[in-house]
């Protein structure tokens, strides 16, 4: 790994050039009176085999600073962003963290595509008091392991508890086979799913989990029809989770498929094709939900980059919206003021729905369950 000035040069991918940098304090910002632009920092995986995360959530963010900036900006001052890319490698995240920190004219953190590298960087963030609304992270380790940390994201416990609530009752299905990706995402989608299903009632017949990049599921998708399940739940990444799903149409199953938020991608629907017809899963938002805010969202993301929106360019959209208008609440770009302002956020009417965030930081709202239909993810009504 580079060390981390040669990194973080390396990785500044647009933005004005840094300002002079600043040994970590606890306030950090310009606070009332600031002039010129206010830089919002973010860092995700924008390069490699995981960058679609990272460069989804930065299209929405780019739209909502369009859109903020087009209505007089924040504070009467211009939005800009200062991009890292942190390789989706958690030695990455401490190094990225200390560069974010060290411009004091940044007020908030966006964006984070793994939870490692969250995790890795964020006594560093918590040490210079620099808040962060993340839209890609779920591990519970997150959840109140800092009081600068939010996400507009649901917590993979939240999410597994969930999904097995709404097949077990919305679904004809007692007997389901678990596949996951070996993460600390995949892992803690699938314990939150077993075990709500089991408590519901159903049998987990089968765990099994598989490494990112994995290829061939022949043997892993034999083991898991022949445990005698009724359906397949897959908790990991749209890449592995079509080639599964594209494996268990191969062998002649015709079983429900149900997968978790990582599979919340046009590019699922890509890789899987035909095969993903009928698959269903949930996210916190649908490209299309009727509701006002996400109408509007989904038009004007539509006409800038004339493709529907994902589940992260949403979230991270929503994120960028709720920093400005807790920038906006607190009267200045001071962290701590910054902070503050954003564990504030009650009923922010947003483009994934009504956002809170509980004592933990944790989004407080409620997932949409959908289904694959035509190519599109569509919000299952009945």
Same mark, same amino acid.
């Given at each position: 790994?580079?060390?981390?000035?040669?990194?973080?040069?390396?990785?500044?991918?647009?933005?004005?050039? #840094?300002?002079? &940098?600043?040994?970590?304090?606890?306030?950090?910002?310009?606070?009332?009176?600031?002039?010129?632009?206010?830089?919002?920092?973010?860092?995700?995986?924008?390069?490699?085999? =995981?960058?679609?995360?990272?460069?989804?959530?930065?299209?929405?963010?780019? &739209?909502?600073?369009?859109?903020?900036?087009? !209505?007089?900006?924040?504070?009467?001052?211009? &939005?800009?962003?200062?991009?890292? !890319?942190?390789?989706?490698?958690?030695?990455?995240?401490?190094?990225?963290?200390?560069?974010?920190?060290?411009?004091?004219?940044?007020?908030?953190?966006?964006?984070?595509?793994?939870?490692?590298?969250? #995790?890795? +960087?964020?006594?560093? @963030?918590?040490?210079?008091?620099?808040?962060?609304?993340?839209?890609?992270?779920?591990?519970?380790?997150? /959840?109140?392991?800092?009081?600068? *940390?939010?996400?507009?994201? =649901?917590?993979?416990?939240?999410?597994?508890?969930?999904?097995?609530?709404? =097949?077990?009752?919305?679904?004809?299905?007692?007997?389901?086979?678990?596949?996951?990706?070996?993460?600390?995402?995949?892992?803690?989608?699938?314990?939150?799913?077993?075990?709500?299903?089991?408590?519901?009632?159903?049998?987990?017949?089968?765990?099994?989990?598989?490494?990112?990049?994995?290829?061939? =599921? +022949?043997?892993?998708?034999?083991?898991?029809?022949? /445990?005698?399940?009724?359906?397949? *739940?897959?908790?990991?990444?749209?890449?592995?989770?079509?080639?599964?799903?594209?494996?268990?149409?191969?062998?002649?199953?015709?079983?429900?498929? *149900?997968?978790?938020?990582?599979?919340?991608?046009?590019?699922?629907?890509?890789?899987?094709?035909?095969?993903?017809?009928?698959?269903?899963? @949930?996210?916190?938002?649908?490209?299309?939900?009727?509701?006002?805010?996400?109408?509007? *969202?989904?038009?004007?993301?539509?006409?800038?980059?004339?493709?529907?929106?994902?589940?992260?360019?949403?979230?991270?959209? !929503?994120?960028?919206?709720?920093?400005?208008?807790?920038?906006?609440?607190?009267?200045?770009?001071?962290?701590?003021?910054?902070?503050?302002?954003?564990? +504030?956020?009650?009923?922010?009417?947003?483009?994934?729905?009504?956002?809170?965030?509980?004592?933990?930081?944790?989004?407080?709202?409620? #997932?949409?369950?959908?289904?694959?239909?035509?190519?599109?993810?569509?919000?299952?009504?009945?």
């Amino acid at each position: 790994m580079k060390r981390s000035s040669g990194l973080a040069a390396l990785a500044i991918v647009s933005g004005s050039a #840094l300002l002079a &940098l600043s040994a970590c304090s606890s306030s950090g910002g310009e606070g009332d009176g600031g002039a010129g632009s206010i830089p919002l920092g973010y860092t995700a995986t924008l390069s490699g085999d =995981f960058a679609s995360y990272g460069l989804e959530m930065r299209e929405g963010i780019d &739209l909502a600073i369009e859109e903020i900036n087009a !209505d007089g900006g924040v504070l009467d001052r211009e &939005l800009t962003i200062e991009s890292i !890319d942190d390789e989706g490698k958690p030695a990455n995240g401490p190094v990225v963290a200390q560069e974010l920190c060290d411009n004091a004219e940044i007020p908030a953190v966006l964006g984070f595509s793994f939870s490692s590298v969250a #995790l890795s +960087g964020l006594p560093i @963030y918590t040490q210079c008091g620099l808040p962060i609304v993340a839209s890609a992270v779920t591990s519970p380790e997150l /959840s109140g392991a800092s009081e600068i *940390f939010f996400r507009t994201v =649901f917590t993979d416990a939240y999410q597994g508890a969930e999904a097995a609530k709404f =097949f077990s009752e919305h679904r004809d299905v007692s007997k389901i086979a678990v596949l996951y990706q070996q993460d600390d995402y995949g892992k803690g989608v699938a314990d939150a799913f077993s075990e709500a299903f089991t408590e519901a009632g159903g049998e987990v017949t089968s765990s099994q989990a598989y490494q990112l990049g994995t290829v061939n =599921f +022949g043997s892993t998708v034999e083991s898991a029809l022949q /445990s005698g399940a009724e359906a397949v *739940f897959i908790a990991g990444f749209y890449t592995e989770a079509s080639k599964i799903v594209t494996q268990v149409r191969a062998s002649g199953s015709e079983v429900p498929i *149900f997968v978790s938020d990582g599979a919340n991608s046009p590019l699922f629907t890509e890789l899987a094709g035909g095969d993903a017809e009928g698959v269903e899963l @949930y996210a916190a938002f649908s490209a299309s939900d009727t509701r006002p805010e996400a109408k509007a *969202f989904v038009d004007a993301f539509t006409a800038k980059y004339d493709k529907e929106p994902s589940n992260w360019a949403a979230l991270a959209y !929503d994120a960028t919206h709720v920093v400005a208008d807790a920038i906006e609440s607190a009267g200045s770009t001071d962290r701590a003021a910054v902070a503050e302002a954003i564990r +504030g956020t009650d009923g922010f009417a947003g483009a994934t729905g009504t956002i809170a965030f509980d004592d933990d930081g944790n989004r407080v709202g409620e #997932l949409t369950f959908q289904r694959v239909e035509d190519g599109k993810f569509v919000v299952i009504t009945e």
